[in-house]
């Protein structure tokens, strides 16, 4: 079935830039949804449809898809950015939603 | 507000079954489609099962398939995962998620998410 591959982790200073990605072949036709997730916390939803921003999330964050890679960019990187983020997407092919492996952001 | 809550997680021994449940409220919760994803200690989201709203739409993850099934009772606003022939390869936090919007499929975002609820299979 379809495979969503991401960085294990990466670790970004504060103010800087992040960009994590999340390859799959032929990615940029589906349409990729990313989640935030911290310690003990649920998911959030904070890029959908490749780059739309649901409320309450700053516009630091953005998202694009292209080819066979989708990516997350976090801008001006703050503390409280440091967290899990998982890309998924629908694969009408095997009727399942996939989720990437999921990257670990350290703000150091 | 949208609320989510699970419930009937536990310990259970390999070859057990387990009944999970969410109530959901804050919302018409007919009109909008649920997904069971769950999360092994220390790992990643797992996709678990998806059920539309009127309940002619269900898929599920290769892993659970033919152990597990969702069911919804739009009535009482429930949403419920029964798991049969557990393993202990299932043991994992389970989460109830709703899709952002209402009438949307599968291929839309999950807008919201319970708290979770354990499941340990263990002997």
């Known amino acids: 079935s379809y495979v969503l591959t991401q960085p294990p982790s990466m670790s970004v200073a504060p103010g800087k830039t992040a960009k994590i990605t999340c390859g799959g072949n032929?990615?940029?036709?589906?349409?990729v949804h990313w989640y935030q997730q911290k310690p003990g916390q649920a998911p959030v939803l904070v890029i959908y449809s490749d780059s739309d921003r649901p409320s309450g999330i700053p516009e630091r964050l953005s998202g694009s898809n292209s080819g066979n890679t989708a990516t997350l960019t976090i801008s001006r990187v703050e503390a409280g950015d440091e967290a899990d983020y998982y890309c998924?997407?629908?694969?009408?092919?095997?009727?399942?939603?996939?989720f990437g492996g999921g990257t670990n952001l350290t703000v150091l | 507000e949208v609320q989510l809550v699970e419930s009937g997680g536990g310990l259970v021994q390999p070859g057990g079954s387990l009944r999970l449940s969410c109530a959901a409220s804050?919302?018409?919760?007919?009109?909008?489609?649920m997904n069971w994803v769950r999360q092994a200690p220390g790992k990643g989201l797992e996709w678990v099962s998806y059920i539309s709203t009127t309940s002619s739409t269900i898929y599920y993850a290769d892993s659970v398939k033919g152990r597990f099934t969702i069911s919804r009772d739009n009535a009482k606003n429930s949403l419920y995962l029964q798991m049969n022939s557990l393993r202990a390869e299932d043991t994992a936090v389970y989460y109830c998620?709703?899709?952002?919007?209402?009438?949307?499929?599968?291929?839309?975002?999950?807008?919201?998410w319970g708290q979770g609820t354990l499941v340990t299979v263990s002997s």
């Open positions: 998620a709703r899709i952002g919007v209402s009438y949307c499929g599968a291929d839309c975002p999950i807008k919201y």
């Open positions: 804050g919302f018409t919760f007919s009109s909008y489609t």
């Open positions: 998924q997407v629908w694969d009408s092919s095997s009727d399942h939603v996939i």
């Open positions: 032929n990615i940029g036709s589906k349409s």
